[in-house]
């Protein structure tokens, strides 16, 4: 059994090394007839069982033949990476064929008028959307004719540039109210800040009213005390089972408020609870808000009352 699982360990690196030249041996073959789609594919395949640097290398130098001039940017790239991080010697030299193959890649610049927000605006290049971010920013594309494609007003519009090898075109998306535009929310509203302020009100109004809400339990609480307390001693003999009439009312009543004390207790400290997550958990704001609190307690009942502008 040891003996089956030794030669399972050695032998599987070495169907994988066998496997990986097969497909690179593949590649080659394919890219020497011009089958660039097949052989970039397949020299992708060897860099995912054999992660190296020379199918790192072999990737990039099959896409440039391919003219994709982007992708084989990024496969030197991240073969110059791997050479530097193993302190290969051969960094260098990649680091030429990076600098060599730059100076072909066009660039593409899309730009918004005057005053447009790109946040507001939602561009896709060659059917892949464009980050808004880079709106303004010079990007690398490959050679041929590119389609940009946005909305205008709710209606779609595209623009075609084309560029050639080495060459850099700076193009404007042109729309009919600009001003509109920049005046707008971004796509989804914005709502956030308002959002978040209404957030960290809530939290402080939430907590605030639970504060208040136990100071009003407290004295409700001591209030029904005393009233049982003023029964039991003036129509109860100091005895509950001694009460007549008027006793069994007045200490009923103080029953009942001391219920209530222990309900609002209860939702009080929810509160409480409650606006410190809301408040900790909302951004810090700069507006300033009034808020009211306003406790009311009455024979039966105790209620606390929250007003102001959120």
């Known amino acids: 059994m040891k003996l089956a699982l030794l030669l399972l360990l050695v032998a599987t690196p070495v169907f994988a090394e066998s496997k990986a030249d097969q497909l690179f041996n593949k590649g080659k073959k394919q890219l020497a007839d011009k089958k660039y789609a097949e052989a970039c594919a397949t020299f992708e395949e060897v860099d995912k069982?054999?992660?190296?640097?020379?199918?790192?290398?072999?990737?990039?130098?099959?896409?440039?033949?391919w003219g994709k001039l982007v992708k084989a940017f990024e496969w030197y790239t991240s073969a110059e990476k791997q050479a530097r991080d193993t302190k290969d010697k051969r960094a260098d030299k990649i680091k030429e064929l990076i600098d060599a193959l730059d100076t072909d890649v066009p660039r593409l610049t899309i730009r918004?008028?005057?005053?447009?927000d790109p946040a507001y605006v939602s561009v896709r290049l060659d059917e892949a959307t464009f980050p808004q971010t880079e709106l303004g920013k010079e990007q690398r594309v490959d050679p041929g004719q590119h389609t940009i494609q946005y909305l205008d007003g709710g209606k779609p519009k595209s623009k075609t540039v084309t560029l050639e090898r080495g060459g850099s075109t700076e193009t404007e998306l042109v729309f009919t109210q600009p001003k509109k535009l920049a005046d707008k929310p971004p796509p989804g509203g914005n709502t956030a800040p308002n959002n978040r302020n209404t957030k960290k009100l809530v939290g402080l109004g939430l907590g605030g009213a639970g504060i208040v809400g136990l100071g009003v339990a407290g004295i409700v609480t001591l209030k029904a005390r005393s009233s049982y307390k003023d029964a039991l001693d003036e129509s109860c003999r100091g005895d509950v089972d001694m009460c007549d009439a008027r006793g069994l009312r007045l200490t009923s009543n103080a029953?009942?408020?001391?219920?209530?004390s222990t309900v609002v207790s209860v939702l009080s400290l929810a509160a409480v609870g409650g606006g410190v997550f809301l408040y900790l958990t909302a951004p810090k704001s700069r507006a300033e808000h009034a808020?009211?609190?306003?406790?009311?307690v009455?024979?039966?009942?105790?209620?606390?009352?929250?007003?102001g502008r959120f």
Request: charged share 25%.
């Open 298 to 307: 009455g024979d039966r009942s105790a209620a606390v009352f929250l007003d």
């Open 255 to 260: 029953r009942h408020r001391a219920n209530i």
């Open 112 to 116: 918004l008028p005057a005053g447009v």
């Open 291 to 296: 808020l009211r609190l306003t406790p009311s």
């Open 49 to 65: 069982l054999d992660p190296a640097i020379g199918a790192k290398v072999n990737t990039a130098k099959c896409y440039e033949e």
